[in-house]
């Protein structure tokens, strides 16, 4: 009879990888990311263990949103306080925070627990073409 195979954390080797977000499209860049982060494009993944790898986001201020997202999807952020929601739309977001499209995108596809927010901590982004990881020698990643 076979066993499941479970990787104990020593077992797991993280690599690094590095992406150019410049003209991808968000929902592309973030679907293939989180994959990484989440240890799904390894033969030795696991539901409920951290297996994945790091991925550098550069060029996050040049993503695309096709059609009409840049200037009606919003973006919504109360601080549980009567009337203090906030509403934002992705071209606003952009300008102030461009990284935040990029982050935002990526968390919604993570798992909604501890084991999320871990795989997010693997998750580097950056609005421009310098990252300050170039010591983990990432390997780069290409996307579609």
């Not at 059609?67 to 977001?93: C, D, F, I, M, W």
């Not at 990284?99 to 995108?105: G, N, S």
Request: overall charge positive; aromatic content about 6%.
């Amino acid at each position: 009879m076979s066993k499941t195979y479970s990787p104990k954390a020593g077992e797991i080797e993280r690599d690094w990888y590095v992406v150019d977000a410049a003209n991808l499209p968000l929902g592309r860049l973030s679907t293939e990311v989180a994959r990484v982060l989440t240890g799904k494009n390894k033969p030795q993944y696991a539901p409920h263990i951290d297996t994945g790898d790091f991925v550098i986001v550069v060029n996050a201020a040049r993503t695309v949103l096709t059609g009409n997202k840049e200037t009606e999807k919003k973006y919504y952020r109360h601080s549980t306080k009567p009337g203090s929601l906030k509403v934002a739309t992705a071209q606003e977001v952009r300008s102030k925070k461009p990284t935040m499209l990029v982050e935002k995108a990526v968390r919604g596809m993570l798992p909604k627990n501890k084991l999320g927010r871990r795989q997010l901590r693997k998750l580097k982004v950056y609005a421009g073409p310098e990252h300050p990881h170039a010591a983990q020698q990432p390997a780069p990643m290409t996307i579609g």
